[in-house]
């Protein structure tokens, strides 16, 4: 009787190996590549909380990066909340009229929804696309042309000079433009239950599900993301390398770890919420 | 009192840029470090202010091994070690004088008004007193790199690192520079660490030179034993020819 043929000769044996070689050094480079990246932006969230309270103070520059945050978001966080506020409202009647036509509670749910949820979550991505990129392209171009190099022999720490000022100012302005901004997509909601589905603005302006626990859990998620923008897209910026292609990637590097921190954030700081507030 | 680099060997990703660089600098010299461009040499002299440091090897600087430090360590040590960089690097969002000022207000504590003051003495010291207020974007080539040789020397170092510190310059200026750092060495006694490619600066005003080669040290000298020597590689890098036993 003939043995069977092997379906693997030994070469095929031997690149199949090399192949699955490739492919776990590959992995493990990946992985390593990540917890390395989780080290160096834990170390810089750590030395921007340092700096924060043990700092230097330069005058002005706080309130220099709170109208650069700020002040230049509010027209745009404005304008997408706005219309954000409008379609959920809309969509919302929409459903509502289909299932039980009765419009009393579309202000009150939607209020709740906006302060616990979709005010600072949708409001911070918004944010992180505008400020996060700003901040990397910044320190990012610093770090190309070495003028954070000539920054350290000038005994001026990047984190304490470049990094703590956004992060003091992205804190205090997040707030504010989520509550600014949250209002306003209350307010275009409003106006759409009002046109669309003849809901009175007394009916809309409900605020009797709303409780403490929606408050805190918005208030805890505005400072968050209020941090976690500066920080992730700071050490995105002070990680380039390369020119201007370098200053490129770290740009879209901050948006996307920014957004993603964002959402993660979200997940956990609304399960912690359910269970510590529970509805 | 000297700089010294004892087998300094320095890798970026798989590519090892210098294996084991070993020289010394003697206080008060103008000391030139020259080679080909991607040998390493802006890559050693930032290894001197911990702006890098090395895979291996020890860097020691006025008797102190001063490569594993601490950047809050470092902070002394970049107060008597400046460095002008390639291309100047003054901070685009400050005025010439706020760039001159900043070290004073960090390294030596000074208030916003006093640090101004002597900002404003500096700039008048390198001609450039009248753009004080002015920022970087609107100075040329030439005048941002008389801001940035006053910002650096605006804390009296012992020693100057300079890296290229005559590239992009028109000949006038370039020659200007030159007369700066030999008359720092001459009348302060400050040790100048230039990189350059500049073939008059090195021999109108180096003392010594090292080549660079490869990731090792080629040749040490002084610029007569450059002329000197019948090693094929110096004489095509210090002739400037495009043939020769180069390899890049």
Redesign the interface.
């Known amino acids: 009787m003939s043995a069977a043929p092997s379906s693997a000769s030994p070469a095929s044996l031997a690149a199949s190996s090399k192949g699955n070689d490739g492919l776990a050094a590959m992995l493990g480079a990946g992985v390593l590549a990540a917890v390395r990246s989780a080290a160096e932006l834990y170390s810089v969230f750590a030395r921007t909380l340092y700096y924060t309270f043990r700092g ?1 103070r330069e ?1 002005g520059a706080v309130v220099r990066q709170m109208y650069e945050i700020g002040n230049r978001s509010v027209v745009f966080l404005s304008v997408t909340m706005g219309c954000i506020g409008m379609i959920l409202v809309y969509q919302a009647g929409l459903q509502t009229k289909r299932v039980v036509p009765d419009f009393t509670l579309i202000g009150a749910t939607y209020l709740e929804l906006l302060v616990r949820d979709l005010a600072a979550s949708i409001g911070s991505l918004m944010l992180a696309t505008r400020v996060g990129a700003g901040i990397a392209a910044e320190i990012g171009s610093m770090v190309v ?3 954070v ?9 990047p984190i304490d000079y470049l990094l703590v000022p956004r992060f003091k100012a992205s804190m205090i302005m997040t707030v504010v433009l989520i509550v600014w901004s949250g209002t306003v997509a209350f307010v275009a909601g409003g106006i759409t239950a009002w046109v669309a589905f003849d809901v009175p603005a007394r009916t809309f302006w409900n605020i009797s599900l709303l409780d403490w626990g929606d408050l805190i859990t918005g208030f805890v998620k505005c400072l968050a993301y209020g941090a976690t923008i500066p920080i992730v897209s700071g050490h995105a910026g002070l990680s380039t390398f390369g020119g201007s292609e370098g200053v490129g990637w770290a740009t879209t590097r901050a948006v996307v770890n920014s957004s993603l921190a964002i959402i993660m954030l979200n997940l956990f700081i609304s399960a912690t919420a359910f269970v510590v507030f529970p509805k | 009192m000297s700089i010294r680099f004892v087998n300094v060997v320095k890798s970026f990703g798989p590519k090892t840029v210098l294996q084991g660089v070993s020289f010394e600098v003697p206080a008060g010299e103008v000391f030139f470090i020259i080679g080909a461009s991607g040998v390493g040499k802006s890559v050693l002299i ?1 290894h001197l ?3 890098m440091a090395p895979d291996d090897g020890e860097v020691w600087l006025d008797g102190e091994e001063i490569s594993r430090w601490t ?1 809050r360590q ?2 002394p040590v ?2 008597k070690c ?2 002008v ?3 100047s ?4 969002s400050m005025t010439c004088v706020e760039n001159v000022a ?2 004073l207000r ?2 030596r504590g000074m208030s ?1 008004e006093d640090s101004l003051a002597e900002a404003r003495r500096r700039l008048e010291i390198v001609q450039m007193g009248a753009f004080g207020d002015a920022y970087p974007a609107a100075l040329g080539d030439g005048m941002k790199k008389r801001v940035a040789i006053a ?1 650096a020397l605006t804390l009296d170092p012992k020693y100057v690192l300079f890296d290229e510190p005559t590239t992009s310059l028109d000949p006038v200026s370039a020659r200007r520079v030159d007369e700066l750092i030999a008359r720092l060495s001459r009348e302060l006694g400050v040790t100048s660490v230039v990189v350059s490619h500049d073939l008059v600066s090195i021999f109108s005003i180096a003392h010594r030179i090292v080549m660079l080669y490869r990731g090792h040290v080629r040749m040490i000298g002084t610029p007569d034993d450059f002329r000197a020597t019948t090693d094929g590689v110096v004489q095509q890098f210090i002739h400037g020819r495009a043939e020769g036993p180069m390899e890049l």
């Open positions: 230097r005058r042309t070495e003028q190099d000539a920054l350290r022999m000038c005994a001026a720490d | 930032k202010v911990g702006l950047e470092m902070f970049r107060m400046a460095m960089f390639q291309h690097t003054l901070f685009d900043l070290p960090k390294h916003l910002r």
